[in-house]
């Protein structure tokens, strides 16, 4: 059982580049939220979704795009990088939206020059 | 603005010795406080939690004390090993799941 999984687990960008950060997970969670860590900020949430078909804004969206098409899947896009978003993305996932326990992927370490 | 105010940032601890990690928050819709724990590398993962119709809540050697008229909240970590070194992270769970920024712990052998 591979729980949340993210790929790539690095990457390096130049400004003005576009990507995609891929998150999966394998427990058939319908609740799916991006979040990047900063130094002392603890986690922001992006995006989030509710269930396949259904996304919502959350603490930081600008210049990020997600979709949900499949229950598994949650991919973040970046669409024009900026070095604002050097980060650590984690996506996560829990059964359902409210007071569950949500699990972590172990992060993508993005950098932009 | 955080919406839960976390402190320490760091603090180190000798083997053995306890660990207080303190957090505050404002919106009194939170209904749901749990703690995670962050080893390098690593996801946050779930610690401990608290629903505000209890005061305290142990599991093993971590207890969460919560002040609902106060609105604070707070991890004990007795004991503190070397294993218990990393970064915990308290949240608070209205209708999105708020995080405090992190305190650093150090236990140091």
């Known amino acids: 059982n591979a729980g949340v999984t993210q790929t790539p687990k690095f990457q390096v960008l130049k400004t003005g580049q576009s990507m995609t950060l891929q998150c999966a997970q394998d427990?058939?969670?319908?609740?799916m939220s991006w979040y990047r860590q900063d130094p002392g900020m603890g986690l922001r949430l992006i995006h989030y979704?509710?269930?396949?078909?259904?996304?919502d804004q959350g603490e930081v969206p600008n210049g990020y795009n997600v979709s949900r098409s499949t229950t598994e899947d949650f991919p973040l896009r970046l669409l024009s990088a900026a070095p604002s978003q050097t980060s650590v993305y984690f996506c996560?996932?829990?059964?359902?939206?409210?007071?569950?326990?949500?699990?972590f992927g172990d992060g993508t370490r993005l950098s932009i020059l | 603005q955080q919406q839960v105010k976390q402190s320490p940032q760091s603090l180190i601890v000798q083997k053995g010795g306890i660990s207080i990690i303190n957090c505050a928050y404002e919106?009194?819709?939170?209904?749901?406080f749990p703690w995670y724990q962050q080893f390098p590398g690593k996801g946050p993962a779930l610690l401990i939690a608290?629903?505000?119709?209890?005061s305290e809540k142990k599991e093993g050697r971590f207890t969460i004390s919560f002040n609902k008229s106060a609105k604070q909240f707070s991890l004990h970590i007795m004991d503190s090993q070397p294993g218990d070194s990393a970064t915990y992270f308290c949240?608070?769970?209205?209708?999105?799941?708020?995080f405090g920024a992190g305190t650093t712990v150090t236990v140091r052998a």
């Open positions: 979704s509710v269930g396949a078909g259904i996304t």
């Open positions: 949240a608070a769970n209205g209708y999105k799941l708020s």
């Open positions: 427990m058939n969670h319908e609740y």
């Open positions: 919106n009194t819709a939170f209904d749901y």
């Open positions: 608290i629903r505000p119709d209890v």
């Open positions: 996560a996932s829990s059964a359902v939206f409210g007071n569950q326990p949500q699990h």
